[in-house]
């Protein structure tokens, strides 16, 4: 017998993959397999992923679909495969098809990476035709979603289309075994994109060959210079430049908030900041974020004092495009590289919009003529109980999708809440979030909210079915949500935490959520903020919350966490004791000033009652004298987390009050009360108690409350949620002891635990609504 006879038919194989598998080089990797393997048939982009079909024998078939997953290149990410086998055609060779624009656009847009190993050696090779230029880029690296206009993922379809290639890069990138095949953004000196200088005026003060080097000097003579880069501008100084830092804070109006640098080098990062093994991954990993690190020394040679006053960690992150590569090799120094953006307005991408806007705070602007599609700000990471917290979700992240465990069943958007704004559309079992917008305060950051949420449905060809929003009536989110929707669907704000946090962890059915934050729409319309909520069955239960406070000028007390502590203390003092005792040391406060804020407190005046633990915190430092007034959000919370002296377990204590079963209710409801520790903060202050003992006590208050409810409740599996969860402590703690406990304990990763991740829950408490009504 002839093996032509034994084997069987050859087969026809259509495969169908969905995931992160463009701009890749997935097309060359498929090439080369399939070329090795001799097999017959072609491979092209669709909107959805690439479609392949191949024909062989079975068994070599099976081999190939084993290859593909074993042999995948790093940055691809296969969600899903489907092959069909079909009748064999009279095919030979294989071939790399044109993309197809049919059909659905459910394809996973890349985000921008980080400048890879070969381009940047390719960078600084004085024999290789791309020294020193700012745009080498390959498959492996270089701007994705800041390029791309629409889909499938092509050069005619970014802001490179008026880049025509010249002959050396027309033949990388048709040539299947060049490192450039099929890079859309691929350019040299002689076809790509080019650098100049301008000055404030937007007049070229020098071309591509020198714009670094007179930038450089610009900066070391303490210029304040602005860089366009892959998905903004930066505001750019020398961090060692007191003069120029503080020249910075007064244009920018940035008052104290910490401004992120760039270093050149992860060894010059060391010398500044201890860096773990872990923390050393990110900030060379190809998302390439900010990552928070703690400082060496409070003060450094290399970072001036006004960088990061009081602030115990740095914002680091190490170049990633080779623009900044090319800029930090030249100057040799830390830079501060500050969002190129008025105070919290959205960051600028154009450089006709930026003389514009940043006209008033640079002295030189950077730019060059590849234009950015839409804005991306850098990510920030910071290392939370032995992994990644994403606290800004943008560059590197943004727009990959989060896979949750159940599908809507139709298409979701959600518009998130007011600060920190991000927004989620839904496409199956995927959610897209969108990049860091900013807080919805200002005209720019409000158009740039409609902005993206136009771009996303746009994008992904996607016309919602749905609306979610907040609950709350007065955020521009939940109003825009009315003029998509005439019925938007609500989820309050804690449900939405927690739902954000079931759904990157992959959890259903009964969870235990401690959602503690700043501020929320509560469903009885006050302010929440220190909230225990049971998930189950698609809605929530209230269990437990902190004893209502009132905020005497509802969000004046958010920029004077002396008016908390006033709240506080009126709750559990009687009038006449304020004119008796000086609650504060030296009082914070204007003659007449406390009669007049207990008289809104007594009256109700614009001073709504709320729950808020990100309150409490202010509250607290402001009583234990640690900070009276704040520059930016969330600034006490962050002090006294920083002035926490470790090491003990002394407590405050938090006392569970009787609990009650509310009509319909499954679970009982306690409140909680904080009056002992109030008084508790003020003995320790009289007794001249360290106020970082102070802060220790009150953060283990906390986690023994988390710790007692756990108890109370007996639900296994925990989801620690909400803003609140930022700090360090606070979570770290909190998840030993729960383990200890036996508790499964679930917290935040990809996503941020504070008002960026709200728009990824509001999407899974519908889907989980929907699928208990359904069930139902
Ligand atoms: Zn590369
Ligand atoms: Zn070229
Ligand atoms: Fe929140």
Request: a negative charge; glycine letters at 8%.
């Amino acid at each position: 017998m002839s093996d032509s006879r034994t084997s069987p038919a050859p087969q026809r194989l259509r495969i169908v993959i969905r995931g992160a598998v463009q701009g890749v080089g997935f097309r060359p990797f498929i090439y080369r397999l399939a070329t090795q393997m001799q097999l017959a048939g072609w491979i092209t982009n669709t909107g959805s992923g690439v479609c392949i079909e191949v024909q062989a024998q079975p068994e070599t078939l099976t081999e190939f679909l084993m290859r593909i997953e074993r042999e995948q290149p790093p940055r691809a990410s296969i969600q899903s495969l489907e092959s069909t086998i079909l009748d064999p055609l009279d095919w030979s060779g294989f071939e790399i098809r044109e993309s197809s624009e049919e059909g659905p656009k459910s394809v996973l847009v890349l985000p921008d990476i980080a400048t890879c190993p070969d381009c940047l050696a390719e960078l600084f090779d004085s024999s290789n035709r791309r020294f020193c230029y700012p745009f080498t880029n390959c498959t492996n690296c270089g701007p994705r979603f800041t390029i791309i206009e629409s889909l499938p993922y092509d050069r005619p379809r970014t802001s490179m289309k008026d880049f025509p290639m010249c002959p050396d890069c027309e033949g990388e990138y048709h040539d299947p075994a060049d490192r450039r095949f099929h890079a859309q953004p691929n350019a040299c000196p002689a076809c790509g994109p080019h650098l100049e200088l301008w000055d404030a005026g937007g007049s070229s003060l020098s071309g591509p060959d020198q714009a670094i080097l007179q930038a450089t000097r610009a900066l070391q003579a303490g210029a304040i210079l602005a860089v366009k880069g892959i998905g903004g501008f930066h505001l750019v100084v020398d961090a060692a430049a007191d003069d120029a830092v503080r020249r910075l804070r007064e244009r920018k109006h940035r008052e104290e908030k910490p401004f992120a640098l760039m270093y050149p080098s992860v060894e010059a990062v060391r010398a500044d900041c201890a860096v773990s093994q872990l923390e050393g991954r990110l900030l060379m990993s190809p998302e390439s974020p900010i990552v928070l690190l703690n400082r060496r020394n409070a003060s450094t040679a290399s970072v001036s004092e006004d960088v990061a006053p009081r602030n115990p960690y740095l914002g680091v992150m190490l170049p990633y495009s080779p623009i900044h590569h090319l800029l930090l090799r030249e100057f040799g120094r830390p830079i501060v590289a500050t969002s190129g953006n008025l105070s919290d307005e959205p960051i600028a991408i154009d450089e006709h919009e930026a003389l514009q806007r940043l006209g008033s705070i640079a002295d030189l602007f950077l730019v060059h003529d590849r234009p950015i599609v839409r804005h991306v700000d850098d990510s920030v990471v910071r290392i939370m109980a032995g992994r990644e917290m994403v606290v800004r979700r943008a560059r590197g992240f943004a727009p990959l999708p989060v896979h949750l465990p159940h599908a809507a069943t139709r298409t979701v958007l959600a518009v998130g809440a007011h600060l920190k704004s991000a927004i989620a559309l839904s496409n199956g079992k995927n959610v897209f979030v969108s990049q860091h917008i900013g807080d919805l305060e200002t005209k720019d950051s409000y158009e740039a909210f409609t902005r993206v949420i136009r771009d996303f449905g746009g994008l992904y060809e996607s016309e919602p079915q749905e609306i979610v929003c907040d609950m709350h009536p007065e955020y521009l989110s939940t109003k825009f949500a009315h003029t998509l929707s005439k019925r938007p669907f609500p989820v309050q704000h804690h449900w939405a935490h927690v739902a954000s946090c079931m759904a990157e962890n992959e959890l259903d059915g009964e969870v235990m959520g401690v959602s503690w934050d700043g501020t929320g729409f509560g469903t009885d319309g006050t302010i929440w903020g220190g909230e225990f909520l049971v998930a189950k069955g698609g809605s929530f239960e209230r269990i437990g919350t902190l004893r209502p406070f009132r905020l005497a000028g509802a969000d004046r007390a958010i920029k004077e966490p002396r008016r908390t502590a006033l709240g506080l203390l009126a709750e559990i003092f009687p009038p006449e004791e304020f004119r008796s005792r000086d609650f504060f040391g030296a009082a914070p406060f204007a003659q007449g000033q406390v009669e007049l804020l207990l008289q809104m407190i007594e009256k109700g005046l614009n001073a709504p009652w709320t729950s808020s633990v990100g309150r409490l915190f202010d509250g607290v430092a402001s009583l234990a004298g640690l900070r009276h007034t704040v520059r930016y959000e969330g600034q006490a919370a962050m002090e006294l987390e920083f002035a926490l002296q470790a090491g003990g377990d002394d407590a405050y204590e938090f006392i569970v009050g009787r609990p009650e079963r509310a009509a319909g209710g499954i679970h009982d409801f306690v409140l909680i009360d904080w009056e002992q520790v109030v008084r508790a903060v003020l003995d320790d202050r009289h007794k001249g108690v360290a106020t970082g003992v102070i802060a220790r006590r009150f953060h283990n208050a906390l986690v023994a409350l988390i710790a007692r409810m756990a108890e109370i409740y007996d639900i296994p599996k925990i989801a620690l949620t909400g803003g609140c969860f930022q700090n360090r402590y606070l979570t770290e703690r909190a998840v030993e002891v729960l383990r200890a406990k036996g508790c499964q304990v679930y917290w935040h990763q990809r996503v941020p635990p504070n008002d960026g991740g709200i728009a990824l829950g509001q999407i899974y408490a519908r889907i989980l609504e929907q699928r208990s009504t359904e069930q139902s």
